[in-house]
C-alpha cells in the first residue's frame, strides 16, 4: 500500500531522544514511516507501540516482537496502554492531520482533486461522515463548522447557500458540493478555499480538536519525568492548541504561580519550533504547512 514519506523524519525522532531500552508510541502509525525510524534505534529491550484507527494502516505493520499496533483512536491511549500493561512511556509522537495516503485514495472522500463520495472517516468505524455533515446539520451548524475550523469569513453565506440547495435533492458528491458553493469560489482561490472547507468539514466528521485535546491531557500522565513529547501539525486551530498545552499545560488562561511569582508549568521546551527545509518541501509537496514542536515533561 502506497505511503509517502514521512514528514520531518529525523528532526521528529530526534526530538524524542531515543533511549535504546525505552518505551515509545506513535500515535499516527500510518504508512509505519516514523514508527520504523524510532524502531531502529531501539536495542532488544525496548517496545514501540503504535496507534492507527485507519484499518487501511494495518497492511504496514511491522514484523518484530519489539512492536504493537493497537487499531484504534488515540484519544484512548491511556486505556489501550494499560491494557498492555503500560502505566509510563519515554516518549510520544504525533505526526497530525491526514495521511498521503487517505488523501490519494479518491473513495476515501479527503481530496479536492478527486470527484468522490462526500465520506472524510478517518475509521469506517465513525458513525458521521461528510455526507450527514452537508446534507443534515442545520444551518447554524454548518456556519459554525465552517467557521470554526474551515476560518471562512462567509461561511453563514455558504451555509444558506447548501441549506438551500440540498431541498432540491442529496449533495452526494465533491462536485456537487463544488457546483453548490460556486459563487463562493473565485477562480484564482478556488483551490485554497475548498481546501479549507474540505477541512472544516473534515475536522467536525473525526472530531478532530476534541481528540487532540483529550491526547494532549493523557500524555501528561503516561510520560515519565523527562519523556519527551514530538507532535507535527499541519494548520493554525492544531498548532495553537499543541503550543499553548505545551507552554502552559492548559489550553485556556494561565498556569498557577509558585511562591517567587514564577509559572508552574509542567513541560519545557527543547527546540524552537521546526519547519521543513526548502528541500523537503521539493520533495514531498505534504510538507509545507508541517510544523513540528517538541517538549520534555519535567
Known amino acids: 500500500m502506497e505511503y509517502h514519506n514521512p514528514v520531518l523524519l529525523k528532526e521528529t525522532v530526534d526530538g524524542l ?21 524510532i524502531m531502529s534505534r531501539l536495542g532488544p529491550n525496548g517496545k514501540l507501540f503504535g496507534f492507527d484507527q ?26 489501550y496502554l494499560r491494557f498492555h500493561g503500560i502505566k509510563e512511556v519515554d516518549g510520544i509522537l504525533a505526526d497530525l492531520g491526514v495521511s498521503s495516503h487517505q488523501f490519494d485514495v479518491a473513495e476515501r472522500g479527503f481530496s479536492t482533486r478527486f470527484n468522490a463520495d462526500l465520506d472524510m472517516r478517518m475509521s469506517k468505524k465513525i458513525d458521521l461522515d461528510a455526507f450527514k455533515v452537508v446534507n443534515e446539520y442545520d444551518e447554524a451548524e454548518i456556519k459554525r463548522v465552517l467557521f470554526d475550523y474551515g476560518e471562512l469569513k462567509n461561511a453563514g453565506a455558504m451555509a444558506h447557500v447548501l441549506v438551500t440547495a440540498r431541498v432540491e435533492g442529496a449533495i452526494k458528491n465533491s462536485e456537487q458540493l463544488k457546483q453548490v458553493l460556486a459563487r463562493f469560489l473565485p477562480g484564482h482561490k ?19 480538536m476534541d481528540v487532540l485535546k483529550e491526547f494532549l491531557v493523557q500524555t501528561l500522565e503516561i510520560l515519565k519525568p523527562g519523556g519527551r513529547l514530538s507532535v507535527i501539525s499541519y494548520h493554525s486551530l492544531e498548532d495553537r492548541l499543541v503550543k499553548r498545552y505545551m507552554r502552559n499545560g492548559m489550553f485556556e488562561g494561565e498556569p498557577e504561580r509558585d511562591f517567587f511569582g514564577n509559572f508552574e508549568v509542567p513541560f519545557k521546551s527543547i527546540e524552537k519550533l521546526i519547519v521543513p527545509s526548502d528541500a523537503e518541501i521539493k520533495i514531498n509537496n505534504r510538507a509545507r504547512s508541517a510544523k513540528l514542536r517538541v517538549a520534555e515533561k519535567k
Do not use: C, W
Not at 531522544?17 to 520504523?36: A, E, L, M
Not at 494495518?58 to 486505556?79: G, S, T, W
Open 54 to 79: 485507519d484499518e487501511d494502516a494495518q497492511a504496514n505493520i511491522i514484523d518484530d516482537e519489539r512492536f504493537v499496533l493497537i487499531p484504534e483512536n488515540f484519544r484512548f491511549i491511556k486505556r
Open 17 to 37: 531522544n531515543i533511549k535504546p531500552d525505552g518505551v515509545y508510541v506513535d500515535v499516527t502509525f500510518g504508512g509505519g514511516g516514523h514508527s520504523r525510524e
Open 190 to 208: 478556488s483551490n485554497k478555499i475548498m481546501a479549507q472547507i474540505y477541512q472544516a468539514i473534515r475536522i467536525e466528521v473525526n472530531q478532530e
